[in-house]
């Protein structure tokens, strides 16, 4: 059972960077056709997709969020991170990984629990 | 880019009862239409996508049926555990998007 789970500090300062990583169990980051996102979802609000990576390290971003975000890979470790530079309060957000179903890069069929980051000094 | 809109943004209802929430698209995306669930403090669920495919494990009470811009989830007969927030997303092209969601609630 393919499991993923969000790391990383749970408070940023306004204009740092925020750097999370995703792990992933039971099953090879780096198997052929696999992309792998980030979405977030703002307290009390809807979710926004950040991005995906293909196992690749082709990158794809949300042009909102284009200037500031970093996705990579790490096939040694079974990881893939996010970077998102120059916060503010409005990155503020549960911060989840998933990993889309092999029909269609855009459905999410596995996700990690989630990890709240929260933007303040 | 795409944008969604779902309605109702909320609805109060009681177990038993019929639910249907729309979503429509900013423009056409064939059958790219996916729908989450997603219960308090959990990560969302995929529970159709394809707009009318059942993801696996799914109960058959849940369907989804659409094309082109309007697309409908439906719960035949809501169960206790079907008192959550749904959300469409449209996987038609980047920048995937998500309607708004609506709460459905316990009357």
């Known amino acids: 059972q393919l499991q993923l789970q969000e790391s990383g500090p749970g408070l940023v300062k306004p204009s740092e960077t925020l750097s999370l990583t995703c792990t992933v169990s039971g099953g090879f980051i780096s198997s052929s056709g696999s992309y792998w996102g980030w979405i977030r979802q703002p307290p009390g609000k809807g979710l926004e997709w950040i991005g995906s990576i293909y196992y690749s390290g082709t990158t794809y971003y949300n042009p909102s969020l284009k200037s500031r975000v970093t996705i990579s890979v790490d096939t040694s470790k079974n990881q893939f991170s996010l970077r998102l530079s120059s916060v503010t309060a409005a990155d503020t957000a549960v911060y989840y990984c998933?990993?889309?179903?092999?029909?269609?890069?855009?459905?999410?069929?596995?996700w990690g629990q989630g990890t709240l980051v929260t933007v303040s000094s | 880019d795409i944008q969604m809109t779902q309605s109702p943004s909320s609805l109060s209802t009681s177990v038993g009862d019929r639910v249907t929430i729309t979503c429509r698209a900013s423009q056409s995306i064939s059958n790219f239409l996916n729908w989450y669930q997603q219960k308090t403090g959990k990560a969302p669920k995929l529970l159709i996508y394809?707009?009318?495919s059942l993801q696996s494990g799914v109960p058959s009470r849940f369907s989804g049926s659409g094309s082109g811009t309007d697309f409908t989830l439906t719960i035949s007969s809501l169960q206790p555990e079907d008192f959550a927030t749904y959300y469409c997303?449209?996987?038609?092209?980047?920048?995937?998007?998500f309607g708004q969601g609506t709460k459905v609630e316990i009357k």
């Open positions: 394809a707009a009318s």
């Open positions: 997303q449209q996987s038609y092209s980047t920048p995937w998007a």
């Open positions: 998933a990993r889309p179903d092999s029909s269609n890069w855009g459905n999410f069929d596995y």
